[in-house]
């Protein structure tokens, strides 16, 4: 199962950030990165935290691969492997899907001069953070796939490095650059799921 989540991984790489920032240098002119560089601790620390759920997520299969660890064997079962691929693709495609819906609002990080257009239709009208939903959802399948120590912390690592970005970072930002149609917005729609954590 390793070197399926190895292959399932470079592909997730290459669509959501290769394609996805080629697409975005395409359209816009720009790479749609935001610089880290001068960026306030808090996103500093949002960053860290991706960045090493990340590393885990990407490091468990390959070490696997290279028998430095070894899966859970009470979690290394075939049904399971079955969810996990059903997973990682639905959040491999959902993850993209959602990137591209974004148009040229699409970012990675914020950038506090930016003033992009606030998406709210398609499946942003479910989840204010559908990019980062079925990004968890990829990584809890690549987990079940190559179920260690490692990949499975890498899942609430990602919920800590999301919550840290959405609500520290982008809310706060949302809510000072479109004001009441963000208000508005987060209101109707829930942070990462439908319905739960709008905003009151």
């Known amino acids: 199962m390793a070197a ?8 997730y790489l290459a669509l959501a950030f290769g394609v996805r920032v080629a697409v975005a240098l395409r359209t816009t002119g720009g790479t749609g990165i935001a610089r880290l560089r001068g960026a306030p601790p808090l996103e500093l620390l949002g960053g860290a935290l991706f960045a ?8 468990a299969p390959i070490l696997v691969l290279t028998d430095v660890i070894e899966p859970i064997d009470g979690l290394d079962q075939s049904p399971l492997h079955a969810v996990g691929f059903v997973f990682a ?14 148009g040229a609002s699409w970012r990675i990080g914020v950038d506090q001069s930016d003033r992009t257009e606030l998406v709210t239709g398609g499946v942003f009208s479910l989840s204010r953070n559908p990019i980062y939903t079925f990004m968890l959802i990829a990584w809890t399948g690549l987990a079940l796939l190559v179920p260690t120590w490692l990949s499975i912390a890498s899942v609430p690592a990602g919920i800590l490095a999301f919550e840290v970005q959405v609500r520290l970072v982008e809310e706060p930002y949302l809510l000072r650059t479109h004001g009441e149609a963000f208000r508005a917005y987060a209101s109707r729609v829930g942070r990462f799921l439908p319905g739960v954590g709008r905003l009151r």
């Open 89 to 102: 693709g639905v959040g491999i495609a959902g993850t993209f899907l959602a990137q591209m819906a974004m």
């Open 52 to 59: 090493g759920a990340m590393a885990m997520g990407i490091a």
């Open 4 to 11: 399926w989540a190895v292959g399932l991984l470079l592909v």
